[in-house]
């Protein structure tokens, strides 16, 4: 029986050059055979016995891979943990403020907004014209001197317009010291007040007179010192330069060096 791709015998005497034809003939013939015989035939039946042969992955087989190999940023499994509730009546608690007066606040303006009262008053008057404006030390300085000589401290108005602000911030100054203070914008323009703070010491049972809408008192029934300086610094400038008043100046300087 012939073969497909006989081998091919050179004749006897064949040359050189055919002989390496030849040569390469035969290589390039057992090549295609070699070729030929190495791929093999797939057929559908081949395919389905694949198809069997393959696993099938299941929801189940998914879930239970995800807890054995958890991401990262996965949660553990188990139930959810739940976060600790906050327990309000831990936090801290502010300082309790103490209630204001709104009525002894009103009987304090009405007072001092009226001449007539201030003139019935026994003995003489030390006011101390302030204003929120000035530095804190000041106002400290002044309201610990006004508690020592009973000087009353007095206000043109309200703090950024609140009431409750107002007194919030006189008992910051105030502290534990027992002082007077008024809320009388009037006093400022009845005694010409232009600058803070000014001191006017008002000689007692002066009377008071009509002034525009409202009462003033004589120009020589007080004396006012204005700048930047001590109640103490402020009467000794009285004593000094106001020798009417010389004899009220000195002695609330006694009650102060006591």
Known sequence: ML????????????????????????????????AAQAI???????????????????????????????????????PTPTTPRMRIDALPQPRPTPPVDLGAIAKGYEAASNPIALSALNGDR?????????????????????????ATLLLR????????????????????????????????DRFAIRQAPTFVLLRAGAPAQAC???????PDAYV???GDVSLEYALKTIQQRAPRFADSAGRFLE???K
Do not use: Y
Request: charged share 20%; hydrophobic share 50%; net charge positive.
């Open 3 to 34: 073969a497909t791709n006989p081998i091919q015998v050179p004749p006897a005497g064949a040359r050189p050059a055919a002989l390496r034809t030849m040569a390469g003939l035969s290589s390039l013939f057992l090549a295609q055979a070699v």
């Open 40 to 78: 093999p035939t797939i057929t559908d039946a081949d395919i389905e016995r694949a198809k069997k042969l393959q696993p099938v992955i299941t929801e189940q087989d998914i879930a239970r891979a995800v807890r054995a190999n958890p991401m990262p940023q996965d949660p553990p499994p188990g």
């Open 126 to 150: 030390l006011l101390v014209f302030v204003t929120f404006a000035m530095p804190e030390a000041a106002l400290n300085m002044l309201a610990r001197q006004a508690a020592q000589l009973q």
């Open 157 to 188: 108005g309200l703090d950024d317009g609140s009431l409750v602000k107002t007194v919030v911030h006189v008992q910051k100054i105030m502290g534990e010291r027992k002082v007077a203070w008024k809320i009388d914008p009037q006093a400022f």
């Open 212 to 218: 525009g809408a409202g009462s003033c008192f004589a």
């Open 224 to 226: 006012r010192v204005a």
């Open 255 to 257: 009650k102060m060096r």
